[in-house]
């Protein structure tokens, strides 16, 4: 792919349009290319940045012999637009206050994350103003498939195809946090529970078995069950197990011979995959259970001297990460990772999805002063 044609954003304008310009280009998930077109044309009009692009992610490193390296990274992709009627979430943006740069910033991607991805932009235009340089080595992430399966992740390909750029000391990932550092994530993980019966005419329903009927208990289990809060390295991560999804029934005048329950275990980072797993299977003794999907937690990392000076420039007390982030991947490449970036992570996927616009520009100062 290439950048051609594609008209260049503007990374000096204030962060809060630069992020509402940003959102106007339509990113959905394998959506991304006119957004990582105008990502790149932008960054290769700074000489100081040696710039890489692998489908639609790109890495921008800054090459001046610093001792440390960090790492900012962002991913380009959203989750699809709203389909309710009137939902203010959705492209293109559009400011509450009619004042552009005012107040609150609608639309889909505000918070997850666009308003990140604009600060990581706008400090690789100006960190090196009036003859200034970052105190420490900077590596820009921006990468597409995010909202996907992991599979599909645009972080994944990078590390396969460009772990050698990857080197750092530290990572930040500027998913929203409300400003506030939050160390580590949630691991996630899938299963599904299958219970088996025989199909019938629902008039003879007694020729059958139930397999709806059947998954009761598995359901009963999952409702009962009380999520542990396990405290890592300080921070207090909250788990969740739930059904999420339950599907069976052929149709409405036969008795189910088959149902499966997914099920979602949102697990702390003390634990892998495989010992999340056995909670799940302890629970669930005597169902058939296969884990279809899982990706191991991080732990907070906050003990590095980078990240402990990065909490103290951001002023806040750190807390955990409840959902499952990226700061995942950069853990398993050994590289203490953290999340911090603007907006409310309340509102990410909902078709209210917002900023404010001064969010976005406190997060840029304070990366801007740390890095200086």
Known sequence: MTAQNTAPLDLR?????????????????????ELADAVEVALRAIPQLELVRDG??????????????????????TVPLPTTEGARGTVP????????????????????????????????????????????????VFYDHEEVEAVKSGLGRLV??????????FAIL?????????????GTSRFE???????????????GSNAIHAAAPILARLASYEPETVTVDGLDY??????????????????????????????????????????VRELLAGFEVVRTDAAAGA??????????????????????KYGWTDVARFSELGIPAVNFGPGDPLLAHKDDEHVDAEAIRECLRALRTWLN
């Open 13 to 33: 304008q204030d962060v809060a349009l630069l992020t509402a310009a940003i959102m106007d280009i339509n990113s959905v998930s394998a959506n991304e290319a």
């Open 56 to 77: 639609d992610s790109l890495i921008a490193r800054t090459s001046l012999g610093r001792s440390e390296r960090v790492i900012l990274a962002g991913h380009l992709d």
């Open 93 to 140: 943006s559009t400011w509450v206050s009619g004042v552009p740069g005012e107040g609150l910033l609608y639309g889909r991607g505000a918070t997850d994350m666009k308003g990140g991805v604009a600060v990581q932009l706008a400090l690789a235009a100006t960190m090196f103003d009036d003859g200034a340089e970052p105190s420490k080595d900077v590596t820009f």
């Open 160 to 169: 396969r195809n460009h772990g050698d750029l990857l080197d750092g000391d």
């Open 174 to 186: 500027l998913e929203p946090t409300h400003g506030t550092v939050e160390g580590g994530c949630n």
């Open 193 to 207: 529970a299958t219970t088996v019966g025989e199909a019938a005419h629902s008039a003879r329903a007694w020729m």
């Open 238 to 279: 909250r788990e969740s197990l739930n059904a999420v999804k339950i599907k069976g029934g052929t149709a409405g005048n036969v008795i189910p011979d088959l149902c499966v329950v997914e099920i979602n275990y949102r697990f702390a980072p003390d634990k892998t995959p495989d010992q999340a797993e056995a909670v």
């Open 299 to 320: 732990r907070p990392g906050l003990h590095h001297p980078a990240a402990a000076s990065f909490v103290a420039a951001v002023g806040a007390e750190p807390k955990p």
